[in-house]
């Protein structure tokens, strides 16, 4: 197959609003020989893309490709023999013409040469868009709830943003291992979705007082663990909500950065403080590989139902309208929104 000189992709001017978002075209990517080159069909639109676009997490140079989820199609294989002999690369099964998920800064163009490692073949039931849509979530949920608080049957776990495509996913993960979940949303409406996927109890934060609803639920002891991808509007607050030894996971940071605390807070209950990173969970080919096929075990089993709420156009206008859609406090968004950078033309 004939592959162009030149490919369209999106991508951030500097740091800065939403005006930062340009379309432009690049050279095709230049292959390296430890990478897989892929076809990309589909961008996820993840919070994360914020915390770039704004530079709360830096970019070295500019411009600089958006997005860090992606599935699309092999085109072309590595070519050093030591790839190519190692034995979780061939475990994974590579194929030119195979479907793939990545993830990694510079999802959103139309061709990307990815280290193999952050490349992953999908089963063949995975369609391009499911793929898209579940792959950073899934990931971080698999990772995070079991090194960044192992959750186990009998705790009481709290999840920030419950009816979001994470807080779906969190909530179906953590009652899969026996967990109560206690969550929060804006919406009736949204309460019943992640009541669907097992939420145990909704509280709707726009008319309850969240910590004291949590106090009424568990007999004023608190929950095990909170998992807050919200932020700095929520993070003082997650201290109260916790019993004594518990665990706040700082998952993202929707509402802007948490401020700054003294490590004296954590003694009064005796808790622990979480930052992670998925990508450093799946650092090692021993690790990616058991936590991807832990994820696809959660897929194929039905028990993460990805929820495609919106799919945006592969144009600027596009990217910055997915990006207002994930971002806007108490909208309507309960799921995943993606990018059709291309068609899943077969090779």
Not at 5 to 10: E, G, V, Y
Not at 172 to 194: C, D, M, N, Q, W
């Amino acid at each position: 197959m004939a592959l162009p000189d030149t490919i369209n992709a999106i991508v951030y001017t500097g740091a800065g609003g939403y005006e930062v978002i340009d379309k432009v075209t690049l050279p095709f990517p230049k292959q390296k020989p430890d990478e897989v080159v892929v076809k990309i069909v589909y961008g996820g639109v993840n919070s994360i893309d914020t915390y770039f676009r704004k530079g709360l997490y830096p970019i070295g140079s500019y411009p600089q490709v958006c997005g860090v989820e992606a599935s699309g199609i092999i085109v072309a294989l590595p070519t050093d023999e030591s790839v190519l002999n190692d034995k979780w690369y061939k475990l994974r099964g590579y194929k030119v013409g195979a479907n793939v998920v990545l993830g990694g800064l510079g999802a959103y163009a139309e061709y990307r040469s990815v280290p193999w490692r952050s490349v992953f073949p999908t089963p063949d039931t995975f369609s391009l868009d499911i793929a898209a849509a579940s792959w950073s979530h899934g990931m971080t949920v698999v990772t995070l709830m079991t090194e960044a608080y192992n959750v186990q049957k009998g705790d009481i776990i709290f999840i920030h943003t419950v009816a979001g495509g994470l807080g779906l996913f969190f909530t179906a993960y953590a009652k899969s291992r026996g967990a109560t979940v206690i969550g929060t949303t804006s919406t009736p409406e949204k309460a019943e979705l992640a009541k669907s996927y097992g939420a145990d109890h909704v509280i709707l934060y726009t008319k309850e007082n969240t910590v004291e609803r949590v106090k009424e639920l568990t007999n004023g002891e608190g929950v095990h663990a909170v998992f807050d991808g919200v932020g700095k509007d929520t993070f003082l607050a997650d201290f109260d909500l916790l019993r004594r030894k518990g665990t706040l996971v700082a998952v993202g940071n929707a509402s802007g950065p948490p401020d700054p605390i003294s490590p004296l807070k954590l003694s009064a209950k005796n808790l622990k403080l979480v930052r992670p990173s998925m990508g450093n969970y799946i650092a090692t080919p021993e690790e990616a590989h058991h936590y991807s096929q832990e994820f696809f075990k959660a897929i194929q089993s039905g028990l993460f139902k990805p929820r495609i709420v919106n799919v945006y156009p592969f144009t600027a206008d596009g990217v910055r309208d997915a990006q207002k859609e994930i971002t806007t406090p108490g909208g309507k968004l309960a799921g995943k929104v993606l990018i059709k950078v291309s068609d899943d033309a077969r090779l």
